[in-house]
């Protein structure tokens, strides 16, 4: 599997040019994470993609550089906000995805981390299903997905606590600004 995780399903991979046909399910499954780990990592020869942007590359590639069938699951699996995606809502906001539904992943669990001026601000979980609900105003939906270290947001510094498994996603009402 290692061996092979540079190669392509079109045979213009390295080390040795094999086929779809050559190679095992597991390398096949091995070249999308790497490259999807690879695109969105800082490397000595190129800065970090964003999650979407990686996605959206691995999808460009399917069929030739991936496998079609095992880069339309990533995708499925990761949705457009993969938890650990730092993103910017409508209203300036930004936020961190923690989790999200498999049904409605365009509406994750976030923790904001700047407030619209791009202060710092304490810890606050907003459910974006709250928007669909009607609890929620449309200016917290997404508006776009930033890089790690943009805003002086680094994921490396933004530990999450492991509250968020007791926030009841099902039951959230609390409105931002509010205890919670």
Known sequence: MAINHHERVDGKGYP???????????????????????MTSDRCYDQAS??????????????????????LEFIQLMGPYPPGTIVELINGY????????????????????LDQDKQPIGEEF??????????????WLI????????NGVLLENCPVRMA???FNVSDSTAQPGESQ
């Open 50 to 71: 964003s999650t979407l942007d990686a996605l959206k590359e691995i999808y460009r590639h399917r069929g030739t550089h991936f496998d079609e069938d095992y880069s």
């Open 164 to 166: 968020v498994s007791a």
């Open 16 to 38: 040795r040019g094999l086929f779809a046909y050559e190679l095992s399910s597991y390398s096949r499954i091995i070249a999308i994470v790497d490259a999807f780990d690879a």
């Open 126 to 139: 907003i459910d974006l299903q709250d928007v669909q609900r009607g609890t929620l105003t449309r200016e």
């Open 143 to 150: 508006r776009k997905v930033l890089k790690d270290g943009e």
């Open 94 to 113: 930004v936020a961190i995805v923690l989790s999200s539904m498999e049904k409605k992943r365009h509406l994750p669990l976030v923790k904001l981390v």
